[in-house]
């Protein structure tokens, strides 16, 4: 059985020292994986957001976006990612505003393997503890599911939906994701999700008077004009026609 791979962000803006820690990581535990080395907080943000890492290992003194501002921004993207802050600098006040940020762990530089290697066994334990209860919790069936995801739309319709993070989140591809929605729905999430909102928008329209910008807003389209093509190709109608059609019934 293949042993997991957990991937790796290293960011520090001297880049031999960047590569070093990148090469004792791998040394310590081949599990883990360094899958972007970056020289200033911006690039490791962006590299956060592509590769999705298990941990990250940050300088403090970074250009662009410093280490303790890059992990307040990497923790609001990914709540679960583990933040290592490395420092060349002893002072207690680092260590503590680490402490205050949420940082997995706080090294200093420069890094002693035998520390570094308590760290990574202390994440891998954590993080293998985390895949066993993600695989426990994944015999859900299928429905169960897509019951989740339904309600997660019901409860979300208005805001921007990701289904690509709510497939990441399974652990699934996007395409499986659909398929699974599609056998027990019929349709898939975004036809689903459309149909919903348009449902809730005909209610606007009966009930209120808001306008058609007011209510495309609230039913999460992005602009009034894509809300009418949507609205006229699943209801034969434009909004106003329905709301006209709506009044001149009662």
């Not at 303790?68 to 802050?85: D, G, K, M």
């Not at 995801?149 to 690509?164: D, P, T």
């Not at 992005?222 to 019934?249: A, I, L, R």
């Amino acid at each position: 059985m293949n042993m997991p791979t957990f991937r790796v962000v290293v960011a520090d803006d001297e880049k031999l020292i960047a590569h070093n820690i990148a090469a004792l990581i791998s040394t310590c535990d081949p599990s883990f994986s360094v899958c972007a080395v970056c020289f200033d907080g911006q690039s490791a943000f962006a590299a956060i957001e592509q590769h999705r890492p298990h941990i990250l290992f940050t300088d403090i003194k970074m250009p662009l976006l410093d280490g303790l501002s890059l992990i307040e921004r990497a923790h609001q993207f990914a709540p679960n990612l583990r933040c290592v802050l490395i420092s060349g600098y002893g002072e207690f006040e680092y260590a503590k505003t680490a402490l205050q940020i949420s940082a997995f762990d706080y090294l200093l530089k420069p890094l002693n393997k035998t520390e570094l290697a308590k760290t990574i066994r202390r994440a891998k334990d954590e993080l293998l503890s985390e895949q066993a209860l993600l695989n426990t919790e994944r015999v859900a069936s299928t429905e169960q599911i897509v019951a989740s995801v339904v309600q997660f739309l019901h409860a979300n319709y208005s805001s921007e939906i990701n289904f690509a993070k709510i497939a990441a989140d399974y652990n699934f591809s996007s395409s499986y994701l659909t398929k699974i929605f599609r056998e027990h729905t019929g349709k898939p999430p975004i036809r689903y999700l459309i149909e919903f909102r348009i449902q809730i928008a005909k209610e606007l329209l009966r009930d209120t008077n808001l306008n058609i910008k007011e209510i495309s807003e609230k039913t999460g389209f992005v602009d009034q004009f894509y809300f009418s093509k949507c609205f006229k190709s699943y209801c034969g109608v434009t909004p106003s026609q329905y709301k006209e059609n709506h009044e001149n019934n009662y």
